[in-house]
């Protein structure tokens, strides 16, 4: 309907202008307007600009739904993509970022003057869940300790689960108390987690973490390294300890 409309008023307007025209310059040039010449004017006009101008409005028209389909498609690729990436970004189990991405969101600090602190949160005694009650319990508990670990941090730090049992936490911006802070509380929420894995006796999960401050120039290999230390430390302190760099002497 709106090809039509459109259509209809060009050749309108086609007539007028071609009348107007032949009343015009006819005169003009000497000439005398005959009834044929009006009716010509008139009628070719609106023969051949009618269907010429619905053509057109239609051709027109396929090309804008066109560009409208392609550019739904386009979007919908951009969100697939997006998607995708997410995905691929996440440890399918505990939805944090996987190892890559959490080392590239560490890396990606770097240069910062207010960088943060680096955590590295290991499970303790966790091969003998696995082995004592099977893997899909393992899991169970990881999954425990998982969310234990993210209603400690706060919403701007990062999670990562960087090896079987061992998660790491990105502290952006904080300073060392506060993330010493963190660690403590990470430890704690963990310890309340009441694990029943035969749905009677509690099986207490404790985490062992070390802790350093990221500085500015620190590559990822390095900070894992400090962190690391301090994570052997907690662990030969006798587990369910959070070691920090700067607080390892009072641990």
Same mark, same amino acid.
């Given at each position: 309907?709106?090809?039509? !409309? !459109?259509?209809?008023?060009?050749?309108? $307007?086609?007539?007028?202008?071609?009348?107007?025209?032949?009343?015009?310059?006819?005169?003009?040039?000497? /000439?005398?307007?005959?009834?044929?010449?009006?009716?010509?004017?008139?009628?070719?006009?609106?023969?051949?600009?009618?269907?010429?101008?619905?053509?057109?409005?239609?051709?027109?028209?396929?090309?804008?739904?066109?560009?409208?389909?392609?550019?739904?498609?386009?979007?919908? $690729?951009?969100?697939?993509?997006?998607?995708?990436?997410?995905?691929?970004?996440?440890?399918?189990?505990?939805?944090?970022?996987?190892?890559?991405?959490? +080392?590239?969101?560490?890396?990606?600090?770097?240069?910062?003057?207010?960088?943060?602190?680096? $955590?590295?949160?290991?499970?303790?005694? +966790? !091969?003998?869940?696995?082995?004592? +009650? /099977?893997?899909?319990? /393992?899991?169970?508990?990881?999954? !425990?300790?998982? @969310?234990?670990? @993210?209603?400690?941090?706060?919403?701007?730090?990062?999670?990562?689960?960087?090896?079987? #049992?061992?998660? %790491?936490?990105?502290?952006? /911006?904080?300073?060392?108390?506060?993330?010493?802070?963190?660690?403590?509380?990470?430890?704690?929420?963990? #310890?309340?987690? &009441?694990?029943?894995?035969?749905?009677?006796?509690?099986?207490?999960?404790?985490?062992?973490?070390?802790?350093?401050?990221?500085?500015?120039?620190?590559?990822?290999?390095?900070?894992?390294?400090?962190?690391?230390? &301090?994570?052997?430390?907690?662990?030969?302190? %006798?587990?369910?300890?959070?070691? +920090?760099?700067?607080?390892?002497?009072?641990?």
């Amino acid at each position: 309907m709106h090809i039509v !409309k !459109k259509s209809v008023l060009a050749a309108i $307007l086609s007539a007028v202008a071609s009348v107007l025209i032949v009343l015009i310059v006819v005169p003009l040039a000497g /000439g005398e307007v005959s009834t044929l010449a009006l009716v010509m004017s008139t009628v070719c006009p609106l023969v051949i600009a009618g269907p010429a101008s619905a053509w057109s409005a239609w051709q027109n028209e396929k090309l804008r739904q066109a560009n409208a389909q392609l550019a739904r498609a386009h979007a919908d $690729l951009a969100l697939a993509h997006a998607r995708l990436a997410e995905k691929a970004s996440r440890d399918m189990m505990t939805g944090m970022l996987n190892r890559e991405s959490f +080392f590239a969101a560490l890396d990606s600090s770097r240069g910062d003057e207010k960088r943060g602190a680096l $955590l590295i949160i290991d499970a303790d005694h +966790f !091969k003998r869940i696995n082995d004592s +009650f /099977g893997h899909l319990i /393992g899991d169970d508990a990881l999954l !425990k300790i998982a @969310a234990a670990i @993210a209603r400690a941090v706060r919403k701007s730090d990062v999670l990562g689960r960087i090896g079987g #049992e061992e998660f %790491g936490a990105f502290l952006s /911006g904080a300073s060392d108390v506060e993330a010493a802070h963190v660690a403590e509380r990470i430890r704690r929420e963990v #310890e309340m987690v &009441r694990f029943r894995p035969n749905g009677d006796a509690t099986l207490p999960l404790t985490v062992s973490i070390g802790g350093t401050v990221c500085d500015a120039a620190a590559t990822v290999s390095e900070l894992m390294r400090a962190a690391d230390r &301090r994570l052997y430390e907690a662990k030969q302190g %006798g587990r369910n300890l959070a070691v +920090f760099e700067s607080t390892q002497r009072a641990a």
